[in-house]
């Protein structure tokens, strides 16, 4: 069996979040999670100080300068549409999820607001440790539960999915060597999840098995790809036609670290790094390779006196079907390396401007995946591609990303916050290799507002987020026929409530 193009199910993953803290006064607060921070034009200004569960996910210097231990949460709640339009669909898809964000901050060493005169006189923010806890979504995407694609082979719709989830329990700490320099280190324990129901097909694996009657080889010794090209693509003329079903799960790692300068009471400037995440295992899970279409459209035509000579040659006759459960590995996907540099500004007390740079390496985190599948159950399968295992890769072609971030946020009265933000990126999946596959990640500007109601310890959040419709045009290369020529396009949404309890 071909097996090499079962990678091409991860070229359909699109890949598919801290924003802001409490500043110099209320306008500062905030609380709209990490907003799924790696994917697509997601990503707002990462505060470089007064940081909180949030910002210390991306910036983890900012919680050097807070002054509370605090808890965070945010809940949220996600919508997008997808569509995708060629010659054989006219498919769109909306529906909804669910996510949650939590940090804590720990500030050991900060002197009570209502400390007297004197002991502010004497307080200096040098040499202060702080720490910090959350539970963050780190990157997150794909197409929805069962997208029912038509395909030529498939004609009647075949449900498909490629999903990819990684959620990021991390560790932050941060110290103050002077009154205006803040140092941050947070370590990520990242646990990843990939979900695909897709077709797959071509000829990048040739059939090693060699066909025999009673044990006997056929004249020549030919191999299967020899002697019935079965899972062999025209690119030009045809669809995949074996169905690959799988999920697969993974704990990967990855550090940030960040150094935040506060040259005046009402400006700061952060910058932080993080490389991409360390794999020491690869994805691992079960699958299984459903080949009945394969086979039937492979020898339907021929003369019955052929086909009864291929079902001779295999060891059970197929009598079993051409369905295999294998053990699956997947591996060369990870978080990609992020830098990071931002500022923000108070030109007067209740009002707080930033913006923030990112630049986002997807090409090598997305560069070659290498799918292996082990222990194939099915006797049939197992001769015709001459083993139990089979190994196959393939390139992405995704594309490095600039995030530009801007955002805002004005204090009314003591009570009362607003606040909203900015955020454009070029979409980084490769739209000629998405292969008749619809996703969520065609999206380039996101556009949030929000507000806050403060009390003395408590604030509660409210955000929305919105990115409008995008589109983008296949060319002639995808590998499907009916992925040619496909205008995919996608819109989100994000509503955030959020509460945070100072102590």
Known sequence: MNSGPLMRTLLHMSLLAGLLACGMALPSQAANGPILSTVGSKGPVSMPVDGDGWSMFRMPSSIAWNWDHQIDLDVFLFGGTTTMRNRLNDYESSGTTFGANGGFVFAPGRIDDDASDEEWDAYSAARKFTLGFGVFVDMAGGTGEASEIRWQ???????????????????????????????????????????????????????????????????????????????????????????????????????????????????????????????????????????????????????????????ATLPNGGNNGFISNYDVELSGLRVPRQVRLSAVFWPIPRLLIGAELAWIEWHRAFRAFKVTLKNGDNADLNFVTGSSTINSSLSQRWKNTWVYSLYAAYGINDMLTIRAGLNYSEVPVNHDVSNNSPNSAFVTLNMSLGASLNFERVSLHALFEYSPYQSRQSNARPQSATGKFTTYSARQWFLHLGATFRF
Do not use: C
């Not at 498909?160 to 803040?182: C, E, H, K, N």
């Not at 079903?245 to 506060?262: G, H, M, P, R």
């Not at 691992?284 to 390779?289: A, M, R, S, T, Y």
């Not at 459209?297 to 079902?311: C, H, N, R, T, V």
């Open 153 to 311: 082979t498939f004609p009647e719709t075949l449900p498909s999915r490629a999903g990819i989830q990684f959620i990021a329990p991390t560790l932050s700490a941060a110290f103050t060597p002077t009154d205006w320099l803040a140092i941050g280190l947070g370590l990520h324990a990242i646990n990843g999840t990939v979900s695909i129901r897709t077709l797959t097909g071509g000829d990048s694996t040739p059939l090693e098995g060699s066909p025999q009657i009673n044990g006997v080889p056929l004249p020549g010794n030919p191999s299967y790809s020899d002697f019935l090209d079965l899972f062999s693509n025209d690119t030009t003329a045809s669809d995949p036609t074996t169905y690959f079903n799988s999920d697969v799960e993974a704990w990967q790692y990855a550090a940030t670290l960040s150094i935040s300068f506060k040259p005046m009471e009402n400006l700061g400037f952060g910058f932080s790094y993080r490389p991409r995440s360390w794999a020491p295992q690869p994805f691992e899970g079960d699958g299984f390779v459903n080949a009945e279409r394969t086979f039937s459209e492979a020898i339907g035509g021929l003369d019955a006196s052929i086909q009864s000579l291929f079902f």
